[in-house]
């Protein structure tokens, strides 16, 4: 909208009427009784010290940072199977069903290409992205700020936190300094530097919104840094900064509806980057901590259940056999408050801190049982290789199943135990059939899970399961111990609801 002169100026100056209207109000008021305002109370916030005004010199922390960040480009082929081609499409062959050749033609190939970032972290050509990045990656490019380009080779990679090493021929390069994420407050400064759309050596500034971030569903290990400062499609694996320009984390994803940016990024914090990437560049694998628990979160009915008083810890489920776990005298049912000096808040926490403890490592674990806080002593040690994940393969619905209102329950056979990829020696009673209105349902019971303990009693046949049940009274809360697809967890119930 345009605005004239003579508009403009009868605009000022009958701004500068409601402003000496508002002056002299102001002042009568004053004058004809109003009540004088004190000094406005300032108990409440922070000393003036810690609120200084001042915001980092942003340009110069740009400066000291991009010359370590890096543009990747990424090249695959991709095989298109079963797409036929509009030139040999016939009439004839849709109307008996479709073209008996079409499986018969080789499959045509498209190459892909992808965009990234990346930190150099030494200065003879090691460098830290995603492994979203870099995965099935036919040709990886690495184009420097000064722009020399070089062909990238994977030194290692590991999906479980998104995160990969590549290598390329090059000396005297400018390493990124490193910080310390644990140290990390929500409401700092931080800088995300990449390229987002390919728009190499952009600078988007933010501040920590949250940390500690788990269970988003990006990566098996979690412990995310959340900003908002801008992160788009091609900054992954590029760097967050905070105002010592210090990289305290790996941009690794974004929340977003429309597929750019929302306010809500994701990064992997550096003390866990620098761990993967140290034991990536040593054996070319991560080495990581393992007792042998299975694990879940602490809900306002368990903790009533296990005598815990707040909602923190993670509950053990089951011990496995021979782990360091059952030979330090873990416990099914143990709430797990702190693990090698570290108060516990969660699952995901647990789970971090143990797989970041060095093999071999004696600690000290505080654990909530039979109501009482005990000190447990476990050695760490190495996790495993990972079984093929069992199928989640339900109980086939055969006559004869005890029925109750809601469910119907087997007995678990060792022959039922081996179709389901369970030991043949688990022992409890199958749900064949849950309906998911009932009570049943709504506590979370599914179909194929073996009910093994009725308020930690054992359950090894429908007839002992039916009897367990019939001893609750109605709004009488009830604990189930259940092996789910080979996992155990504890389900909770209120009885009559």
Not at 4 to 13: A, D, M, N, P, V
Not at 201 to 216: D, E
Not at 396 to 401: A, K, N, Q, V
Not at 464 to 479: H, V
Request: no cysteine; aromatic share 6%; glycine share 12%.
């Amino acid at each position: 909208m345009s605005i004239s002169r003579t508009h403009l100026k009868g605009w000022l100056f009958g701004a500068v009427l409601v402003a000496a209207g508002i002056a002299a109000g102001l002042v009568l008021s004053a004058g004809f009784g109003g009540q004088t305002i004190g000094p406005v109370e300032t108990k409440a916030f922070p000393p003036a010290a810690k609120l200084s005004g001042l915001a980092p010199d942003f340009v110069e922390l740009a400066k000291l940072v991009k010359p370590s960040v890096v543009n990747i480009s990424t090249t695959k082929k991709v095989s298109l199977r079963g797409t036929p081609s509009p030139h040999l499409r016939d009439p004839f062959f849709d109307f008996f069903g479709g073209d008996p050749f079409r499986d018969l033609r080789p499959p045509r190939q498209r190459r892909e290409q992808s965009l990234g970032s990346g930190v150099i972290i030494s200065a003879d050509g090691v460098i830290v992205t995603n492994n979203h990045v870099v995965e099935k990656a036919d040709e990886i490019k690495v184009l420097l700020p000064d722009k020399r380009e070089f062909k990238g080779k994977v030194l290692g990679s590991d999906p479980k936190t998104d995160l990969a090493v590549i290598k390329i021929e090059a000396t005297d390069l400018p390493a990124a300094r490193w910080g310390d994420s644990d140290a990390l407050q929500v409401g700092e400064y931080v800088l995300a530097v990449g390229s987002p759309y390919g728009l190499s050596q952009t600078v988007t500034m933010g501040i920590v919104s949250a940390v500690g971030r788990a269970n988003v569903g990006i990566a098996d290990y979690e412990d995310f840094i959340q900003t908002d400062a801008a992160i788009n499609p091609g900054n992954s694996g590029g760097p967050l900064v905070n105002v010592r320009g210090e990289v305290v984390g790996i941009n690794t994803a974004i929340f977003s509806r429309s597929g750019g940016y929302q306010g809500i990024g994701f990064a992997a914090p550096s003390n866990m980057v620098h761990q993967v990437v140290g034991s990536l560049r040593k054996t070319g694998k991560v080495v990581r901590g393992y007792i042998g628990v299975m694990i879940q979160d602490v809900t306002p009915d368990l903790a009533k259940e296990f005598g815990a008083k707040e909602l923190k810890g993670a509950l053990v489920a089951d011990v496995a056999k021979g782990g360091p776990a059952e030979k330090a005298g873990f416990k099914a049912g143990d709430v797990v408050l702190q693990f090698n000096g570290k108060a516990v808040e969660d699952v995901a926490q647990l789970r971090n801190t143990v797989a970041g403890t060095p093999v071999g490592t004696k600690v000290q674990a505080r654990v909530l049982r039979d109501k009482k806080e005990k000190t447990v002593e476990v050695v760490v040690g190495e996790l495993p290789k990972e079984a093929a994940e069992r199928p989640g393969e339900g109980a086939e619905d055969e006559p004869g199943g005890d029925a109750l209102d809601g469910i119907s329950v087997q007995t678990l056979t060792p022959e039922t135990a081996e179709r389901m990829n369970l030991d043949r020696g688990e022992q409890g009673v199958v749900v064949a059939r849950v309906e998911q209105d009932s009570v049943w349902g709504r506590a979370g019971l599914r179909r194929g899970d073996v009910i093994q303990q009725v308020n930690h009693r054992k359950v090894r046949a429908t007839a002992e399961f039916k009897s367990q049940i019939d001893r609750l009274k109605k709004g009488q809360m009830a604990l189930f111990l259940v092996n789910r697809s080979g996992r155990k967890l504890f389900v909770t119930m209120k009885m009559g609801e």
